[in-house]
């Protein structure tokens, strides 16, 4: 016999996690299933998370959501990579685009090429061969060309306020019923300790048989009510602070995401229509609030345009996701800094595996599998953050020694130790990053392998660098001739979207 089918879903929580929530399950679940959000203004939105990684294209996609309309709403521009200065040493400067480098070469990964023609006094980087890379650094933006090998993917930079009311339009047109007003008290089963119901300050109750828990850090259902621990991975990831600001916008306009490593911590920059987001994430028993928001505001590359907003946080997880009938989506279920821009990915992953594992009143095995998938998925971002931080050769304080010299997952070290070693880039199959992305860090932060791919040395060293050589002038070419991106913005955006996939790279790498 079928299991029940969850017939009465409420949401709690109002944030990018709780309207991205309630819009895809309206458009994409039978309309016999009811759907609840509560939000309260007086409590309000975390009020950041404004970059994005390429999967946000195939959620909007999938919600039938214009590219057009969305820009314009959101006052969104684009972004193909993002800028790491200071990471490596001081002086260090890389890109990390969403795209491969270049393109095997004799049946032999390109990077085994590169390094080797490094090692015989090249002196190219790595971004010489990545279009998205050249379009970034030259503050253009071209839709990706159809030409094999040089595709890549793109993603926005938005106002997440203005999306979140997007999608709340467009999920209150399709019968999401939106309560205002602050959640009181939780009622449980005495029989199971399932969510039964929410009762909010005004005493209305408002029962369901699914919750799902957006309610942000608070984690009101998973966190307080239910008591799923959470598990820190401060020791790892020790920022714990930001402060964000808003400033005008910038001329001309990046067509990628900045983020600049400073004495402890480092600060992000991202460009939107009209305004600057502007961040510093830093470590309180380094960095003072007030030295933080100094150096924010001395970095500032325009006027500001709003007050600093600071916010407190933990990197880390909850041990399960979905405990009962009850799901956190967002912020209540975990958070890792934004370094990569990953949390809002984080959300929309939950909701594809939710929607797959429909129905789900009763089901184990499905919230087991839930719960393993998301774990997998915040312990691939996770290390690839720490590997940013352990990779530094900064040498400027406290704080960038303990990360150098921190212990590290076996996880992730076994990864690195291998690249050293071998240029080999250790892959799986599921979760976020695969070897363009790790390529990207370890080389830019100047983690050169002792040695490559022995058959590298079989295609001739002249060849090879005629091969390279070519392939950066090309690319070069290629980026110099793409539009400014503000000129893009300005029209509008493209006029014709391309189709979305669901990776990281635009559908050339998995
Ligand atoms: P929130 O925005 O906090 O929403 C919580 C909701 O729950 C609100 O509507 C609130 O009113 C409601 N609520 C809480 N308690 C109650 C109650 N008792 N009764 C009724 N309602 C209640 N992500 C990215 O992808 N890219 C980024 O660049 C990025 N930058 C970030 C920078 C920082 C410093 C931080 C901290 C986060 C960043 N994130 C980023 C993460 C991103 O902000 C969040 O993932 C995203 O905003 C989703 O938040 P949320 O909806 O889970 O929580």
């Not at 402890?264 to 229509?273: A, V």
């Amino acid at each position: 016999m079928a299991s029940p089918l969850a017939k009465n879903i409420v949401i709690v929580g109002g944030g990018t996690a709780g309207w991205m929530s309630a819009a895809a399950l309206a458009h994409l679940l039978p309309d016999e299933c009811a759907v609840t959000l509560v939000e309260s203004q007086q409590i309000g939105t975390v009020g950041v998370g404004e970059a994005t990684i390429p999967h946000i294209r195939y959620f909007n996609q999938l919600l039938g959501i214009s590219e057009r309309d969305f820009m314009q709403t959101t006052g969104a521009t684009y972004k193909l990579a993002i800028e790491f200065t200071g990471w490596g040493d001081s002086a260090s400067r890389y890109m990390h685009p969403f795209s491969a480098f270049g393109a095997d070469l004799g049946g032999v990964g390109f990077h085994h090429h590169f390094l080797s023609a490094r090692a015989n006094g090249a002196k190219f980087s790595l971004d010489d061969f990545s279009l998205s890379a050249q379009l970034a650094q030259g503050n253009r933006f071209a839709p990706p060309p159809d030409e094999a090998g040089l595709g890549y993917g793109y993603a926005y930079h938005l106002d997440a306020t203005a999306y979140a009311s997007f999608l709340r339009r467009y999920a209150e047109a399709r019968r999401v019923e939106r309560y205002e007003g602050k959640v009181d008290r939780v009622k449980t089963s005495a029989d199971d300790g399932r969510v039964q119901a929410l009762i909010l300050e005004s005493e209305e109750v408002i029962d369901g048989d699914l919750f799902i828990d957006c309610s942000g850090f608070r984690s009101l259902l998973l966190g307080q009510t239910l008591g799923v621990p959470f598990e820190s991975w401060r020791h790892w990831l020790p920022c714990d602070r930001a402060v964000a600001q808003a400033s005008d916008p910038l001329t001309p306009l990046p067509s990628y995401t900045r983020s600049s490593a400073t004495a402890s911590g480092w600060q992000w920059c991202i460009p939107l229509q009209h305004r600057t987001g502007n961040g510093q994430v830093y470590c309180s028993e380094s960095l003072s609030d007030d030295e933080a928001c100094a150096q924010l505001q001395g970095a500032l590359n325009s006027v500001p345009v709003s007050d600093p907003n600071f916010i407190r946080f933990e990197a880390g997880c909850r041990s399960r996701s979905w405990e009962k009938n009850c799901i956190a989506i967002g912020l209540s279920s975990g958070f890792l800094e934004p370094l990569e821009s990953t949390s809002i990915y984080l959300i929309q992953m939950a909701i594809v595996k939710l929607l797959e594992f429909f129905p789900c009143t009763d089901e184990n095995l499905s919230r087991e599998a839930f719960n393993r998938w998301m774990s997998m998925e915040y312990r691939r971002v996770r290390d690839f953050l720490i590997l940013h931080y352990h990779l530094n050769r900064r040498d400027d304080s406290d704080f960038w020694r303990y990360c150098a010299t921190m212990d590290i997952p076996i996880s992730l070290q076994e990864k690195i130790e291998l690249f050293r070693e071998s240029a080999v880039v250790q892959s799986y199959d599921q979760g976020l990053f695969a070897e363009p992305s790790w390529l990207a860090v370890y080389l830019g932060q100047g983690l050169l392998p002792s040695s490559w791919d022995s058959r590298a040395a079989s295609v001739p060293a002249a060849q090879v660098s005629r091969t390279l050589q070519g392939l950066a002038s090309q690319l070069q070419k290629m980026a110099e001739s793409a539009p400014e991106h503000a000129e893009v913005i300005a029209r509008g955006g493209l006029k014709r979207e391309p189709p979305a996939t669901m990776d990281l790279y635009g559908g050339a790498r998995d």
